[in-house]
């Protein structure tokens, strides 16, 4: 491998981390807001399109109990390496286009860039399949990439009475989206990055959106 080949690896992982960093900051800031208002230990939490299940993983540590939290996704590969991962967490094989199992009642449902690859209408229809199995007074917490395909949703749901917005922010306006970042990241402190987030022109490139079920 050349060094130059190793070096944009790093650069990457030092990115993937910085936009971890700010993603983790951002979704510990919504779940205060509910903890607020509601004992997270008494929660049943649904990461939907859960990949390779890093989240779940995040909220088993978070909440008393690893039965509070599944995971579903229609790759069987994903299902099986987060089993592997933390068999104490519940993951099922699943198409989000298709209905959810009547039974399975859920009070916070994440989708973390598991939206935008789908059409309009079909990000609708994973919506009301979900919604389905909500309970009332839940969440979903929906973090995506700020495009055009999201925005109508984003739009729609901040619109509509049947939800509360609770949380909403947009985030990573410089990441990987100008050069300098993807260089300095790793390189200079967090901090600086974030300063730079703060005063560079462009547009963000993630959002997170968490709105309540009324
Ligand atoms: C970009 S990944 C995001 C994974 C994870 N949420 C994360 O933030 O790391 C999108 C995930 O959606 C899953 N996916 C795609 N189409 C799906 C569908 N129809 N039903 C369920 N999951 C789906 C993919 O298998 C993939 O794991």
Do not use: W
């Not at 229609?74 to 699943?94: G, T, W």
């Not at 919506?127 to 729609?156: K, W």
């Not at 909403?168 to 402190?189: D, E, F, T």
């Amino acid at each position: 491998m050349s060094s130059r080949k190793q070096l944009s690896d790093l650069d990457f992982r030092h990115v993937s981390l910085y936009s971890e960093t700010l993603i983790n900051e951002q979704l510990y800031n919504a779940y205060s807001l509910i903890a607020k208002d509601r004992n997270l230990d008494e929660l049943v939490f649904l990461d939907a399109g859960c990949g390779r299940g890093q989240l779940t993983r995040e909220l088993a540590d978070l909440v008393s109990r690893p039965e509070q939290v599944l995971g579903c996704d229609i790759d069987r590969d994903c299902i099986e390496f987060s089993r592997k991962m933390n068999p104490a967490i519940q993951y099922f094989q699943h198409d989000l286009l298709q209905p959810l199992p009547e039974q399975q009642k859920f009070d916070v449902i994440f989708l973390t860039t598991a939206l935008a690859q789908f059409s309009h209408q079909d990000q609708q229809q994973v919506l009301n399949n979900l919604e389905a199995c909500l309970n009332p007074g839940g969440y979903f917490f929906i973090l995506d990439v700020n495009s055009d395909r999201t925005g109508a949703m984003f739009s729609q749901l901040k619109q509509t009475k049947e939800y509360a917005v609770i949380y909403n922010r947009k985030l990573a306006r410089s990441l990987l989206g100008i050069k300098p970042a993807v260089m300095l990241a790793g390189r200079v402190p967090f901090l600086f990055l974030r300063l730079m987030e703060a005063i560079v022109p462009g547009r963000n490139m993630l959002q997170l959106l968490v709105v309540q079920k009324t």
